[in-house]
């Protein structure tokens, strides 16, 4: 008779045996660690997204762009953060906010490609110039 990996493995909280309440079981040892995403950090983050769903419609972000695009808006908030500018003047909102939803969405993009090869055009770093050097 096949046994159930469950049935034998360790909770990493909690207690299967116990019937007290708070000593519910959790197996989340091998889970992303989302507590330790301070999530008040966020609001710059999510002021500009909304500030996207105004401009455009909301979730225009998640279809994708051309990686360069991202990464030439990322630089130029980059930028005006180094020379000391901390709000966008175009939507007053901070550069830092504008520079991570620029982040979030490579990362949307290297997901949606890891899923659709067919969209790896959409990654068009120039790294193939940059072949054998290092940062």
């Known amino acids: 008779m096949a046994t159930n990996k469950l049935q034998k ?12 309440f708070g000593s ?16 008040h950090l966020l609001k710059s983050t999510a002021d500009v997204f ?13 279809k994708c762009a051309k990686m360069s695009q991202y990464i030439a808006s990322a630089k130029r908030h ?22 991570m939803c620029n982040l979030l969405m490579i990362e949307q993009l290297h997901n949606v490609i890891a899923i659709n090869p067919d969209l790896a055009y959409l990654d068009d770093r ?3 110039w940059f072949k054998g050097q290092t940062y």
């Open 78 to 99: 980059l930028a005006a953060i180094e020379m000391g500018e901390d709000i966008d003047p175009e939507s007053g909102r901070p550069h830092r906010g504008h520079l």
């Open 50 to 62: 909304a500030y996207g769903a105004e401009k455009y419609v909301p979730w225009n972000w998640a």
């Open 126 to 128: 120039p790294h193939k």
């Open 9 to 20: 493995a360790k909770p990493a909280e909690g207690d299967l045996e116990s019937q007290d």
């Open 24 to 39: 519910g079981a959790r197996f989340n040892s091998d889970k992303t660690r989302y507590e330790l995403v301070p999530t």
